[in-house]
């Protein structure tokens, strides 16, 4: 019942006093992939140049605190297209988990009940990068949720150009290859000959076909997600030798637990200082070329003018680390890898920055609110429409996010890593206010245990809540 009060009164003031008349908004959902807040401009990066989206972020409420709940393609989103915790799911693999969420609608396909025409172009839910590119095939996408659905092939590694192997190729002299690998490509040909560009066309003539009927068009560009490839253009404002790279701390990992060493690191990758500022390099041209095809599809609905009849969401399915502490790509749990940027703009609605923890499957029950729909009691995110009007308002005191069998407990003041349940593969806290870049790890130190102990009793409280909507149990 709360949520049914909650959803008429924002009913009631979205449509200026009618809860019979809410406004039906369109639906515009933007997600790249592997992106991390640290390279866009309009969060704390000055180097990486992303036009588009730092316009968007200055139209719409841009949110410091965002969280993935799982810094892993697959089941983070799982997890924001279901509205459900990974261990509600029990998704913690490459699947879109419609076996785990039975006939309950995701988020499109709550909108699509409703009326909406929706649309899924290139990677919403799970697509292999680069294999399902090449292929233009589905990957394991859910076909419920989608009026149409629609892939965007693209050459990925095999585009001609310039590649270079990054990992593990100390001499240079190893061929590009298929893979999760960091590797390049300075592409011939201009924008449309890759799997981006054609998703942005694509979206824009979506945009053109259903401007007359509410739509739901979610558009999933899969740049930056290595490889890095891009036309050979969006390279050149990123000479590599111009790259500054993270600090470094001598003695970084000495406090770290196993556990908490990323998968993919600067020694195990072989990776001398020349190939860590080529990936960096890459990886913002890669983030550049795809803030280009942002552009082109904000563009159109402005052109269309449609931008006062449409919410628009820009995010990302996880963080990616770029040499902080020597780590690389994703899966850990420090801000860099679980912290995504997110920008939301709702006509009518003033810009804002809102620096209050939020989650990204808080966006199933927001999104779903401000359209004037039911909000299933069911979904275990939480809407953000009151911060549209006061962003100062906090909905959570806290982010959670999970790699398998580690956890992550976010707050304003501290970072709290937990290795496995009992905590037997170990433990981080860091000080966040005296230490953001996560440094020194204070959880084994005396003064700091009774903080640790009441972390503890914090995320055995967290995960009860979570399981005990369990899905495989309901």
């Known amino acids: 019942m709360k949520r049914l009060a909650t959803f008429f009164a924002a009913a009631l003031t979205l449509s200026g006093g009618s809860t019979s008349a809410a406004q039906k908004y369109n639906v515009l959902f933007v997600i790249a992939d592997d992106l991390t807040a640290t390279a866009l401009s309009c969060y704390e990066n000055k180097a990486c140049k992303t036009p588009n989206i730092d316009q968007l972020a200055s139209q719409g409420v841009r949110y410091t605190r965002t969280y993935c ?28 988990g419609r076996k785990q969420i039975g ?49 965007s092939q693209g050459p990925e590694w095999k585009a001609k150009g310039d590649g270079e192997l990054l990992e593990k190729n100390p001499d240079g002299k190893k061929p590009v290859k298929a893979g999760n690998t960091l590797e390049l490509v300075k592409a011939d040909g201009d924008d449309l000959v890759h799997s981006d560009g054609k998703t942005a066309a694509k979206a824009c003539k979506l945009i053109k076909q259903h401007r007359d009927k509410p739509f739901f068009l979610a558009v999933g560009f899969v740049r930056p997600h290595v490889p890095f490839v891009a036309p050979r253009s969006y390279f050149e404002p990123y000479p590599h030798d111009k790259i500054v790279m993270p600090e470094k701390v001598a003695g970084d990992w000495d406090d770290i637990p196993e556990a908490g060493i990323n998968y993919k690191t600067s020694k195990n990758l072989n990776l001398n200082s020349e190939q860590e500022k080529k990936a960096v390099a890459a990886y913002y041209a890669s983030v550049s070329y795809m803030d280009a095809q942002v552009g082109k599809v904000l563009k159109t609905l402005k052109d269309e003018g449609l931008e006062d009849k449409t919410i628009v969401i ?20 420090m801000d860099e890898s679980s912290r995504v940027p997110m920008i939301i703009k709702v006509p009518g609605k003033k810009a804002a920055v809102c620096d209050n923890f939020t989650e990204l499957i808080d966006l199933y029950p927001t999104i779903s609110e401000l ?86 009793v914090k995320l055995k409280n967290k995960l009860k809540e979570v399981r005990d909507n369990d899905l495989r149990k309901r």
């Open 69 to 96: 709940q799982f810094p892993v393609c697959g089941p983070s989103r799982a997890s924001f297209m279901s509205g459900y915790y990974p261990h509600a799911t029990r998704v913690f693999g490459y699947t879109s």
């Open 103 to 151: 006939d309950r609608a995701t988020w499109a396909q709550h909108f699509k009940n409703n009326g909406y025409y929706t649309a899924r172009v290139s990677k919403i839910f799970h697509m292999g990068v680069p294999g399902d590119i090449v292929k233009g095939s589905h990957g394991t996408d859910d076909p419920a949720s989608w009026t149409e659905r629609f892939n």
């Open 314 to 333: 820009f995010t990302s399915d996880h963080g990616f680390f770029l040499g902080e502490h020597d780590f690389w790509m994703k899966v850990g749990l």
């Open 371 to 456: 359209c004037g729909l039911e909000v299933p009691e069911r979904l275990q995110g939480k809407s953000l429409v009151k911060t549209f009007d006061d962003p100062t308002v906090s909905v959570r005191d806290m982010a959670f996010c999970v790699n398998g069998n580690s956890f992550l407990l976010r707050t304003k003041k501290w970072a709290y890593i937990q290795h496995a349940e009992d905590a037997s593969k170990g433990v981080q806290l860091f000080d966040m206010q005296k230490d953001p870049k996560q440094f020194t790890n204070l959880a084994n130190k005396v003064e700091y245990q009774s903080i640790v102990k009441d972390f503890q």
